[in-house]
């Protein structure tokens, strides 16, 4: 009955730190996914539009990123600002705009988006650029260095 006993305490002991462990790696893939959407806006239900209007009114430069979910080009110019935007994230403000979201649909007519990537990127004084298309790390850190008045 003893090894019966220790078996069944053992059992008890694994499944207590089992679950302990599962509790841990929940609160920590929580804090990541958080921390996640708090960096790339997921959980912002503002339209760019709206946030666009308020960053120019207050003579911000601002970059918009309009895309696709399924866009390869889109993937090569998220990689560009990825490398890129770090550089400038405290002086540029990106917004996100996927143009199959129909929230964004005022904003993508307002600008004439015809095809996705396309970038939009307004100075402090609220002078428009419009590129169309892929673009390099390099080309996009000179586009940004203007844009931030030369400096990142």
Not at 75 to 81: D, F, K, W
Not at 107 to 121: H, I, W
Request: glycine letters at 6%.
């Amino acid at each position: 009955m003893t090894n019966d006993y220790k078996r069944v305490e053992n059992r008890r002991k694994l499944r207590s730190w089992l679950i302990v462990l599962g509790v841990i790696a929940l609160v920590a893939l929580i804090a990541v996914l958080k921390d996640a959407a708090r960096t790339r806006n997921w959980l912002n239900s503002e339209p760019a539009a709206a946030r666009l209007s308020e960053y120019r009114a207050a003579g911000k430069p601002v970059i918009v990123f309009f895309h696709s979910p399924d866009c390869s080009s889109c993937e090569q110019v998220q990689a560009s600002l990825d490398e890129v935007y770090p550089e400038f994230k405290d002086s540029v403000v990106l917004l996100d705009a996927d143009v199959t979201d129909m929230r964004e649909r005022a904003l993508v007519e307002q600008v004439g988006v015809q095809t996705a990537p396309t970038l939009l990127l307004v100075d402090a004084g609220g002078k428009e650029k419009v590129i169309v298309g892929e673009t390099s790390p390099q080309d996009l850190r000179t586009e940004l260095s203007a844009l931030a008045g030369g400096t990142p």
